[in-house]
C-alpha cells in the first residue's frame, strides 16, 4: 500500500497494465556465472520478462552489486544473489529454467575448443549440482566449446540418473540471430521476417547456416553463399579480435540467450508454437548430438524438425558431411572427459 501511494501516475498506469494485460509471472531462471561478460546482461534481460517471478544470480565473486542494482528495476521478479558453492543448492532448488553462462571465453588466436581444460570442469561441477537441486529444470549450456560441454552435461546427468535428454539445450541462438542480420542486411530486407536455420554445432566449420532455408524464401549467387556462410561461421572470432583481448560476445550473446529463455517459458507456459535451433541430443544425422530446429513443449524438445535438413543444395550436403568429424570429435572428447571422472 506504501508502494503504491508513492508511486508515480506512470507507474500506477503501468502496474494496471502488467495487472490487467500481461502474463502472470511464475516461472524461477537461475543465471550461474551471472556476473560475468554475458551473465550481467543477460540477468538484466531477463529482468524484464513478465513470465518471471523469480530471478536467481549465482557466481563465485561480485553477484551481490549485480544482484542490488538489478532489485531496482520495477519489474515483477524478485532477484536474490547466491555466492560459491555453498549457496548453490539454494539457488538451484525449485528453478524452472538454469542457464550457465560460466567460464572462461577466448582471446585472439584461440579456438573455442582451448577453453576445454577451464570449462569442461566447471560445466562438470554445475551440473551435478543441478542434477542434486533441480534435475527436471531445462539446463541451458553457453560455457564453450558447446560442442563438448553439452556432451559433458548429459553424461554427468547420466551418472545421477535424472539425464531427460528433452531437457538439455546448448545455445546456439547467436548464430541464428546472427545469420539473420547478416542475410536481412545483404538482401535489404525487414529483419523482423528474415528466418535462417543453423545447425550442427557452435564452433567453425560446425556451424552450418542453411541459407536455402531462408525465411522468406531468397535467392543467392553462389558467391553470396559462400561469403554469408564463411561470415556467420567467423562471427564469433570477428568479435574477439575486435575486442582485442577483453573477451568474446557478451551484448549479442545476451540477447540472444534471453530469446532463447523467453522461448523456453513461453513453451512451459503452454504456448504451442515455440521453435528455435539448439544442440540437442539428436538422431536426425548419425551424431548423437546435433543442432536443429526443434519444437519446444512443456517438457522441452517436443519433436526435431527434420525437414530443415531435406533437400539440401550441393553446397549444404558437402558442408554437412565436411563437419561431421569435427563435430563427433568434439562429442566424443567431452563424454570421454565426463566418463574419467565417473
Ligand atoms: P566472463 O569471464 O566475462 O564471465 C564468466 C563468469 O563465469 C565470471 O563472472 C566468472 O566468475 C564465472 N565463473 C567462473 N567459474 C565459475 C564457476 N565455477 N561457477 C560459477 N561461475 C563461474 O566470460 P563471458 O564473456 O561471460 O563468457 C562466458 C562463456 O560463454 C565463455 O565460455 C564463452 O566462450 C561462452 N560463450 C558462448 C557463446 C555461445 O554462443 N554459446 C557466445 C559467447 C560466449
Ligand atoms: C561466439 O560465437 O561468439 C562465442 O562462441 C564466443 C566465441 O568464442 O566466439
Redesign the pocket.
Known amino acids: 500500500a506504501l508502494r503504491a501511494s508513492f508511486a508515480t501516475k506512470a507507474q500506477k498506469e503501468s502496474q494496471n497494465f502488467h495487472r490487467h494485460f500481461l502474463p502472470q509471472a511464475a516461472y524461477k531462471v537461475a543465471v550461474l556465472g551471472a556476473a560475468g561478460g554475458i551473465g550481467q546482461p543477460l540477468a538484466l534481460l531477463i529482468k524484464m520478462s513478465p513470465l518471471v517471478s523469480d530471478l536467481h544470480l549465482y557466481d563465485i565473486a561480485n553477484v551481490k552489486g549485480v544482484a542490488a542494482d538489478l532489485s531496482h528495476c520495477n519489474t515483477p521478479s524478485q532477484v536474490k544473489d547466491f555466492t560459491g558453492a555453498s549457496e548453490l543448492p539454494n539457488c538451484l532448488r525449485d528453478v524452472d529454467v538454469v542457464v550457465i553462462p560460466a567460464g572462461v571465453?577466448?582471446k585472439p588466436g584461440m579456438t573455442?575448443d582451448d577453453l576445454f581444460n577451464i570449462n569442461a570442469g566447471i560445466v562438470r561441477d554445475l551440473v551435478s549440482a543441478v542434477a542434486d537441486y533441480c534435475p527436471n529444470a531445462f539446463i541451458h549450456i553457453i560455457s564453450?566449446p558447446v560442442n563438448s560441454t553439452v556432451p559433458i552435461a548429459a553424461e554427468i546427468l547420466k551418472q545421477k540418473g535424472v539425464y531427460d535428454s528433452k531437457k538439455l539445450f546448448g545455445v546456439t541462438t547467436?548464430d541464428v540471430v546472427r545469420a539473420n542480420t547478416f542475410v536481412a542486411q545483404k538482401k535489404n530486407l525487414k529483419l523482423i521476417d528474415v528466418d535462417v536455420p543453423v545447425v550442427g554445432g557452435?564452433a567453425g566449420i560446425t556451424i552450418l547456416p542453411l541459407l536455402s532455408k531462408t525465411r522468406p524464401s531468397v535467392s543467392f549467387s553462389d558467391e553470396e553463399i559462400e561469403k554469408l556462410t564463411v561470415r556467420i561461421q567467423n562471427?564469433?572470432?570477428e568479435?574477439?579480435e575486435a575486442k582485442a583481448g577483453a573477451g568474446?560476445?557478451t551484448l549479442s550473446?545476451a540477447y540472444a540467450a534471453a530469446r532463447f529463455v523467453e522461448s523456453s517459458l513461453r513453451a512451459l507456459d503452454g504456448d504451442g508454437d515455440v521453435y528455435e535451433c539448439s544442440f540437442v541430443q539428436s538422431d536426425l544425422t548419425d551424431l548423437p548430438f546435433f543442432a536443429s530446429r526443434v519444437k519446444l513443449g512443456r517438457n522441452g524438445v517436443e519433436a526435431l524438425i527434420p525437414s530443415d535438413l531435406q533437400g539440401l543444395t550441393e553446397y549444404e550436403q558437402k558442408a554437412l558431411e565436411a563437419l561431421k568429424e569435427e563435430l563427433k570429435a568434439s562429442i566424443e572428447k567431452g563424454v570421454a572427459f565426463a566418463q574419467k571422472q565417473a
Open positions: 571465453p577466448r573455442r564453450n547467436l557452435h562471427a564469433g572470432t568479435v574477439v568474446s560476445a550473446m
